[in-house]
Nanobody, 117 residues
C-alpha cells in the first residue's frame, strides 16, 4: 500500500523560506513523475510543481523562480524548496503521482504552510 507523508510546513513571515519533503513508501518511485499541489483556503487543490523521472521540472506561473522541486530516488523523497514566500502561498501542500492513466495515489495528510504579511 502506497503512503505519502508531507512534512516541513510551518508559519513563516513573508519573504522567508521553507523546505517541504514528501516521503513515499510502498511505491515504485524512480520511474514516476511527482507533483506538488497547493490547496489555498477555500480553493481547490492546484498543481504547482512537477518533476519527471529524468529530472525535468515544470512550475506554475505563481511559483516559478521562487520554488524548486527536487527528488531523491534513493531516499524516495520529493522536496519543494520555497523561497521569497508570499501570503498567497498559504495553504496545505500535498505531493502525488499518477500511476495508471489518470489514477493518483490516495492523498496524504498534507503539510500546512502559513505565510504572514
Amino acid at each position: 500500500q502506497v503512503q505519502l507523508v508531507e512534512i516541513g510546513g510551518g508559519l513563516v513571515q513573508a519573504g522567508g523560506s521553507l523546505r517541504l519533503s514528501c516521503v513515499v513508501s510502498g511505491s515504485i518511485f524512480s520511474t514516476r513523475t511527482w507533483d506538488w499541489y497547493q490547496q489555498a483556503p477555500g480553493k481547490q487543490r492546484e498543481l504547482i510543481a512537477t518533476i519527471t523521472s529524468s529530472g525535468s521540472t515544470r512550475y506554475a506561473d505563481s511559483v516559478r523562480g521562487r520554488f524548486t522541486i527536487s527528488r531523491d530516488n534513493v531516499k524516495k523523497t520529493v522536496a519543494l524548496q520555497m523561497n521569497s514566500l508570499k501570503p498567497e502561498d498559504t495553504g496545505v501542500y500535498y505531493c502525488n503521482a499518477y500511476y495508471i492513466g489518470s489514477r493518483r495515489y490516495d492523498w496524504g495528510p498534507g503539510t500546512q504552510v502559513t505565510v504572514s504579511s
